[in-house]
């Protein structure tokens, strides 16, 4: 039986130069702890905030939750020394931002290759996670997609991608949408996780659910949170409910009986079901699973 995929539901980002803040993400029971390097630290606290992030790696206790780390971009003259101060903690994966074409992907794999063979670690086992967040990313996302067998997930970045186009960013989100809708499907075509653009109003409960639960049905696999308050409704919009569970249940079961007696296509509750809708249900089963809810 293959793995069940990882689950990454709410992706939360922490500073990494506040001990205080990443101990309290532990308390959330949250998918994904993402500790910043980057946008969430002042120029001046980058190399306390390694130190912070080293030690958290060493010392805490991350339960279930995935252990990330977001570097600064390459290019910016301090992604290696990021690297230098945390790898050998040995995260479960490094997010890279600003992620334009697949040279910056095949960058990070050498070094984690390097550091892998270096400690003898298992061939893969820190992963990559990477941002696209510009109209050159958006355009490069086959090729990104492509880079590195480690590569297993793409978040969008809504908040730079408009900077970077020079738009206004605005609650309906039309203006992104072209490029949120590349991202998932690019994704999906590559076998990757889609982890969809932050909510930056953490006080509007309303735009949040909203969001989220649109992200869920464009395909995506979570979305990002930047507050501990988003990480409980972003989980529970990622989370099949009982009711789709019990549905997906009925629709496989009936194809395995229709199947058995020779049957392809049926008539389950006077809808048509074929090979499209039992492959959706699935879906939702494994998702479940991978949730650990009981299927």
């Known amino acids: 039986m293959n793995a069940l995929p990882r689950v990454r ?36 606290q980058k190399p306390a905030a390694r130190a912070v992030v080293r030690a ?3 010392e805490l206790s991350f339960g279930r939750g995935e252990r990330l780390v977001r570097i600064n971009p390459v290019g ?23 992620v334009h074409d697949a ?20 061939a893969g086992s820190v992963g990559i996670v990477a941002i696209v967040e510009s109209a050159r990313g958006i355009i490069n996302l086959r090729e990104i997609c492509g880079a590195a067998a480690r590569l297993g997930a793409l978040i969008f970045g809504a908040e730079d991608l408009a900077g970077d186009m020079g738009i206004n960013r605005t609650a309906e989100g039309s203006e992104v949408f072209y490029a949120r809708s590349a991202v998932v499907t690019h994704a999906a075509a590559f076998g990757l996780q889609a982890i969809d653009m ?5 006080r509007d409960q ?17 979305k990002q949170a930047i507050h501990p308050n988003q990480v409980a409704p972003i989980q529970a919009a990622f989370t099949p409910t009982a009711d789709a569970i019990a549905h997906a249940r009925r629709i496989v079961a009936a194809a395995l009986a229709h199947a058995a007696s020779g049957t392809g296509a049926f008539a389950l509750d006077n809808k048509m079901v074929d090979a499209p809708v ?17 299927v």
């Not at 494994?286 to 809810?293: D, F, S, V």
């Open 103 to 122: 040279a910056a992907i095949r960058w990070l794999d050498q070094r984690l290759v390097a550091a892998e063979q270096q400690h003898g670690w298992p």
């Open 278 to 294: 039992v492959k959706s249900a699935e879906a939702v089963l494994a998702k479940a699973r991978a949730a650990g809810l009981p």
């Open 9 to 44: 539901r709410a992706l939360l980002y922490m500073p990494g130069d506040s001990r205080r803040k990443i101990e309290k993400s532990l308390t959330l029971d949250v998918d994904c702890i993402c500790m910043d390097l980057e946008d969430g630290v002042a120029p001046n």
């Open 56 to 58: 958290a790696l060493d």
């Open 206 to 222: 309303a735009r949040l659910e909203r969001e989220a639960a649109e992200g869920a049905r464009l395909g995506f696999a979570g």
């Open 76 to 98: 910016s003259g301090l992604e290696n020394d990021d690297l230098a101060s945390i790898l050998s903690a040995r995260p479960d994966g490094i997010v890279l931002p600003k």
């Open 198 to 202: 932050v909510s930056v109003d953490f």
